[in-house]
């Protein structure tokens, strides 16, 4: 990948090679291309089918149906990040970016220096799918926009997690590069900006051990085990300084700090998650007891509502009812200091939109019995 010497206001000399509102075009074309390869691994004579796979990238796309044309873009089609924005991936996705890219780092978005969790998931996607022989294929052997996106989103995923070990990480979360105190020649390069080869080159002068590289700041001294060369972190990190490249962590909290209210949303999950973070968010600012007595002061009650048709799991929501309740919902918008009656309308029409689903599904199905 080809560097790009801009910058973004916000970070130090590393090289930005793409902004944000760049890579959210790169993440829904990113989405389209898992949605499609669905639709070979699923493809069947059956609009209803292809309607629901479609239905995955939201409410929009679920009018969508077949395959959709190879080359076709997301812009093509009239999807917009706006309409993918609440999947987990994608949200992973702008997080690694913020990381990686900016130095920005989220606590709100959870543990990131974990190799379990989903941004180690989210990581192997990215990767298998840039080697996917169904990508060169559908991508006409890497020259359309599915390819680069693919790659870029694998790029995010491997800076993302070189920054995290250069900052001092137990685990990690991408693949297997997890040498605790240690970076490799990859994440050296991703870091600097740089690609391996000049690195590699740079390693070449400076001789492991020797006095006159141990005590010159501008040279990269190497540990080896015989196979692998790796760069201590305090190391790596003078140099990087050294080189204007070192992008230091600044922590800021914005799930849940946004007006979440003035998009619609595909499923009462997806409104309820909103809420959740919306309420985490106010409990990192005010306080835990603070919060809980002021939405206590509304009425609401959580309730347990059972995960699937598990007969022991559940799980605490709003539930169905009180989302529909119009006064409760406007107490409650007020105390998460959001426009409170666009929020009572919000939480209704998500519900009322999630059962129109449902009965025209059921509609569907007994059409299709006695047909």
């Known amino acids: 990948m080809t560097i790009d010497p801009r910058t ?3 970070t130090t000399g590393f090289p930005v090679q793409f902004t944000k509102d760049e890579f959210k075009e790169d993440v829904t074309e990113l989405m389209l291309l898992f949605v499609q390869q669905a639709q070979f691994t699923f493809m069947a004579d059956s609009t209803d089918q292809s309607k629901a796979i479609w239905g995955l990238l939201g409410s929009k796309a679920s009018e969508f149906i077949g395959l959709g044309d190879a080359g076709e873009t997301h812009s093509d089609l009239g999807l917009e990040y706006s309409d993918i924005e609440g999947l987990s991936m994608v949200q992973t996705l702008m997080s690694l970016y913020d990381y990686g890219v900016l130095g920005i780092l989220d606590p709100s978005n959870g543990k990131l220096d974990y190799f379990d969790g989903y941004e180690n998931q989210v990581s192997r996607l990215c990767y298998d799918i ?7 294929e559908w991508a006409n052997g890497g020259l359309w926009p599915q390819a680069k996106a693919a790659e870029r989103s694998l790029y995010v995923c491997e800076l993302a997690n070189a920054r995290l070990m250069l900052e001092g990480s137990n685990e990690g979360f991408f693949l297997d590069e997890r040498e605790e105190g240690f970076l490799s020649v990859r994440q050296l390069a991703l ?7 000049s690195i590699r080159t740079l390693l070449s002068r400076s001789r492991k051990g020797s006095a006159a590289a141990a005590s010159n700041e501008s040279c990269l001294v190497t540990v080896t085990d015989g196979k692998n060369v790796s760069i201590a972190i305090e190391v790596a990190k003078t140099w990087l300084r050294g080189k204007g490249r070192y992008a230091p962590i600044t ?4 799930t849940g700090s946004n007006d979440f209210t003035a998009r619609k949303f595909f499923s009462r999950n997806e409104f309820e998650r ?6 985490q968010f106010l409990i990192e600012r005010d306080g835990a007891d603070a919060v809980t007595s002021r939405i206590e002061s509304t009425g609401l009650v959580y309730v347990q509502e059972s995960i699937g048709d598990h007969p022991t799991l559940s799980v605490t929501k709003i539930g169905e009812a009180q989302l529909l309740d119009s ?3 406007q107490r409650l918008g007020a105390i998460l200091e959001l426009p409170a009656n666009r929020f009572a309308l919000r939480a209704a ?9 449902s009965i025209d599904a059921q509609i569907k199905k007994l059409s299709s019995l006695t047909a």
């Open 8 to 10: 973004d206001a916000n």
């Open 191 to 197: 870091l600097s900006g740089m690609t391996e080869p």
């Open 130 to 136: 840039n080697r996917s022989a169904f990508l060169q």
């Open 274 to 279: 909103e809420v959740a973070a919306r309420t």
């Open 251 to 254: 922590y800021k909290q914005s």
């Open 327 to 329: 006064n409760l919902m």
């Open 349 to 357: 029409e998500t519900v009322t939109q999630e059962k129109l689903r």
